[in-house]
């Protein structure tokens, strides 16, 4: 399948601080593709090179096979973007805003723009600065759609919104790409939004990459394993069969890409007493959070 963005040993620093360093993956044509990591792994980062705001320390990113640093015009009218706060011109309403974004793209679909309008509960000449951080995000949305994007970049588009909006816009996107083939890239810290519509990711930990993949088989082979064990040694570090260990008293949580089987062998291989020996379900969320751990 086509590549429609390509990371290549993609490496940034802040000064002497290093954010990420050979970072390589790529996006397929009609995929969601989630970025995802802690605050300050790189996402807006990765955000600002992909749309040539940033130059990276080395490496390149590819954007319809063009460098993210010099894209053409024809390949920026191929890109969707919507930022983090939604920012517009305020002092618009929905109809003058509209009139003014569609002479620049040739693709402009004002049916898809005004189809969300409809369901704002405001008044036609109502500014856009006296509408709830709701109703700017589906202004945002609206306009996002409208320009019939082959890529649609979303940086943590459900910051200040209530679980209806945040609903109605996943909602919206599913459809588009179901729709239209169209590919999304998306960052977001409400990790229960993209369960369910994300179909593969890249998890950033610090400096790096900590999985990347499908994530379907990300919830497959990643598994939480809790157990109760006396003087568990909390020395021991992330290797082969251990991703992340958490203690609370007695009670462990042992998170890792091996079965149980091979977890227990480890155990004894260690000489560690352990019980009540069980798998847990996880969301992905809890996924995430087992992997990058909490802190």
């Known amino acids: 399948m086509e590549n429609i963005i390509e990371c ?44 040539g705001y940033l130059t990276p320390s080395s490496g390149q990113c590819l954007i319809f096979g063009e460098d993210s640093q010099h894209l053409t015009p024809s390949t920026k009218s191929r890109i969707g973007y919507l930022m983090e706060g939604h920012i517009q011109y305020g002092f618009m309403n929905i109809h003058q805003i509209e009139k003014f974004y569609a002479p620049f793209y040739p693709h402009w679909k004002r049916e898809a723009y005004f189809e969300l309008m409809a369901k704002l509960n405001v008044s036609p000449k109502q500014k856009i600065s006296k509408m709830s951080c709701g109703q700017r995000s589906q202004v945002a949305l609206g306009l996002v759609l409208a320009q019939d994007p082959d890529l649609m970049i979303l940086d943590d588009y459900s910051m200040g919104l209530d679980p209806g909006y945040r609903r109605l816009f996943i909602d919206y996107l599913k459809a588009y790409t179901r729709s239209e083939h169209k590919t999304i890239f998306v960052t977001s810290h409400i990790l229960q939004d993209l369960e369910g519509f994300i179909t593969e990711a890249v998890i950033l930990g610090s400096s790096g990459i900590l999985y990347y993949g499908s994530i379907k088989e990300f919830m497959e082979k990643f598994h939480c394993f809790k157990f109760t064990a006396r003087g568990f040694p909390t020395e021991l570090k992330k290797n082969d069969i251990i991703q992340n260990i958490e203690i609370i008293r007695e009670e462990v949580n042992l998170y890792s890409f091996r079965s149980g089987a091979e977890v227990q062998s480890f155990l004894r291989s260690m000489g560690i007493q352990y019980s009540h020996f069980r798998e847990v379900t996880m969301s ?3 996924a995430f959070i087992g992997l990058t751990g909490k802190y």
């Open 8 to 51: 290549i040993n993609l490496t940034h620093y802040y000064g002497r601080k290093l954010i990420f360093k050979d970072v390589n993956y790529q996006v397929k044509k009609g995929s969601t593709f989630g970025l995802l990591g802690k605050n300050g792994a790189g996402k807006t980062t990765t955000i600002n090179i992909l749309n």
């Open 284 to 286: 992905l969320e809890e």
